[in-house]
């Protein structure tokens, strides 16, 4: 099992391909879990006015902690791409679908810095 596991891991492995998107969906889906539960349970969420408080906050922690683990994706990638030419394609798309998924990641984060929670 954990030879599988390192296998899956190395960036040149094809899951990479799918692995950004994958990552971004449960992203996604925590995002607006996180903020329905949050206005549910929490009732002065209900009065907040400003975008600085507690349900954000978790929201913005959540959104960093997934784009420093697509900032690792991304470097060990590049990391691979110098040392393995041979696996050329591979690492490419797997550091171009870690990009993609980090930008959608923090576009679709914006509203969390502006807006308040529960409007």
Known sequence: MRAVLLALWRP???VHALTG????CLWFVLLY???SLGCVWLPEAQ???SPWNTINL???LL???FVLFYALLVWR???ALQRQPEAHFMLWLGLLVHLLSAAATLFVALPVLYL???V
Do not use: K, N
């Not at 998107?21 to 971004?24: F, K, N, Q, V």
């Open 12 to 14: 040149e492995h094809p």
């Open 21 to 24: 998107l994958l990552l971004w």
């Open 33 to 35: 879990a996180g903020l």
């Open 47 to 49: 009065a907040l006015s």
């Open 58 to 60: 978790g929201l913005g």
């Open 63 to 65: 959104t960093l902690v």
């Open 77 to 79: 990638s590049w990391r």
């Open 116 to 118: 308040p929670p529960c």
